[in-house]
């Protein structure tokens, strides 16, 4: 896991790691996206802020 993520204290800062780092390969992979696809972590539904929430959990422990 890169230091910078590691210093962030806020978890919800650490969290939104998760989905820019989402939306930045998304992108890359397809140009043509669905906004939708690549809204901000404000934007996003409840449940999807809770399951990166939990993706990033997971890989904070695994790592």
Known sequence: MDDRVRAVEDPVQKRCVLDVAFDEVSI????????????????????????????????????
């Open 28 to 63: 890359e992979a397809h140009k043509d996206l669905k906004p939708g696809y690549v809204a901000d972590w404000a934007d996003l539904p409840a449940w999807q802020q809770e399951t990166d929430s939990d993706i990033f959990e997971r890989i904070e422990q695994t790592v």
